[in-house]
C-alpha cells in the first residue's frame, strides 16, 4: 500500500510539474508575440507584426515603461551599415552623419517628438512617438514623413531607434528605418516599400 501511495505521489508531482512548465511555455510565446514581452499596442501602428520580427535580429528591444529622458540633439557620425534588406549597401558602408533631435518628451505617457536631418540629403518629422526602456537603455517608435528634392520623392517610413543614455550622449545608438511608403521617384533611385535598412554609430557614441 505505501509503494502505492508513493506512486500516485509521484505521479501528481509530475502532473503538475508538466501543467507548470506548459503554463511557462505559453507566457513565453505570448512574450515573443509582443516584442519580447512589450505589449504596448502602439507598436504595431508603426511597424506590422512580421516586419518587427525581422528587425529585431538586428537592433535591441528594450522594453519597460521608464525610460531616460532623451530629449537632445545627437550625431551618427559615421553612421555604418549593419544590414540592408536590399543589399545595397555592404555591412560597414558608411553613410552621411546623421543628425537625431528628440524634444518634447512626455513622461506620462511616454511620448515625444522628432526631428532628422542626413547632411543636405532629406529631413524627416515625427511627432507622437512613443518610448520604452528602463533605466538607461530604451527604445523608440514613430513614424515619419520625408522628402527627398534630389529625386522629386516623398517617403513614408517607420523608425526604431535604440541606445543607452550616458552623460556625453547615446552609447550604442542603432537605427533601423522600414520603408513602408513611396511617392514619386520616377526613375526607382530609391528602395521600394517593404525594405529596410539598420545603421549603427560607428565609434559607439552619439554625441550630444
Not at 552621411?96 to 522628432?114: A, C, G, I, R, W
Not at 532628422?116 to 518610448?131: P, R, W
Request: proline residues 5%; negative net charge.
Amino acid at each position: 500500500m505505501k509503494k502505492t501511495y508513493r506512486y500516485y505521489g509521484m505521479l501528481l508531482v509530475a502532473i503538475f510539474m508538466a501543467i507548470g512548465m506548459a503554463a511557462c511555455g505559453d507566457d513565453k510565446d505570448d512574450d515573443d508575440d509582443n516584442g519580447n514581452g512589450n505589449k504596448d499596442p502602439r507598436i504595431a501602428n508603426v511597424i506590422p507584426d512580421d516586419m518587427r520580427q525581422r528587425v529585431s535580429q538586428y537592433i535591441p528591444i528594450y522594453d519597460g515603461i521608464n525610460p531616460p529622458n532623451v530629449e537632445g540633439i545627437y550625431i551618427m557620425d559615421p553612421a555604418v551599415t549593419v544590414y540592408d534588406s536590399q543589399a545595397n549597401y555592404d555591412v560597414g558602408h558608411e553613410i552621411v552623419p546623421v543628425h537625431l533631435k528628440f524634444f518634447n518628451q512626455n513622461s506620462s505617457n511616454n511620448t515625444l517628438d522628432y526631428h532628422e536631418k542626413e547632411g543636405d540629403i532629406s529631413t524627416a518629422e515625427g511627432k507622437g512617438a512613443f518610448i520604452s526602456g528602463d533605466g538607461s537603455n530604451f527604445t523608440i517608435y514613430f513614424n515619419t514623413d520625408s522628402t527627398v528634392p534630389q529625386y522629386s520623392a516623398t517617403l513614408k517610413q517607420a523608425l526604431v531607434v535604440s541606445g543607452t543614455m550616458t552623460s556625453s550622449g547615446i552609447k550604442n545608438l542603432v537605427y533601423a528605418i522600414l520603408f513602408t511608403d513611396k511617392t514619386g521617384d520616377p526613375d526607382n533611385h530609391l528602395v521600394p516599400a517593404g525594405a529596410f535598412r539598420v545603421f549603427k554609430d560607428g565609434d559607439g557614441l552619439a554625441i550630444s
